[in-house]
Nanobody
Framework: QVPLVESGGGSVQTGGSLRLSCAVSPTFKISAASWYRQQSEEQRELVAHIRVGKSTDYADSVKGRFTISVDNAKNTVYLQMNNLKPEDTAVYFC???????????????WGQGTQVSVSA
């Protein structure tokens, strides 16, 4: 069973906003998380990354428009997307490093993907 589930995709017009959520099973602690996107047959592209309690990084194409965050109380990763553009249209994937509660090792997991469509 995949311990994280994405939601929040949809269709908006240029300039609109969406917030993507990646809910992580309460069994796991989030060490770090990223959002990637994939457009058609293109390679998956890193959009934003967060090291919990430390730093964030963004692709140049989304800086100033997207914000990645983690709500530790809800064990959820968010991607707030503002001023959306047609070129942001893609399937967005959550990727998280989760601490195994038994071994304390950090394992990587992927979400199922959620479609974001931005019309002109």
């Amino acid at each position: 069973q995949v311990p994280l589930v994405e939601s929040g995709g949809g269709s908006v017009q240029t300039g609109g906003s969406l917030r993507l959520s990646c809910a992580v099973s309460p069994t796991f602690k989030i060490s770090a998380a990223s959002w990637y996107r994939q457009q058609s047959e293109e390679q998956r592209e890193l959009v934003a990354h967060i090291r919990v309690g430390k730093s964030t990084d963004y692709a140049d194409s989304v800086k100033g428009r997207f914000t990645i965050s983690v709500d530790n109380a809800k064990n959820t990763v968010y991607l707030q997307m503002n001023n959306l553009k047609p070129e942001d249209t893609a399937v967005y994937f959550c990727n998280a490093g989760l601490v195994d509660p038994v071994t304390q090792y950090v394992n990587e997991y992927w979400g199922q993907g959620t479609q974001v469509s931005v019309s002109a």
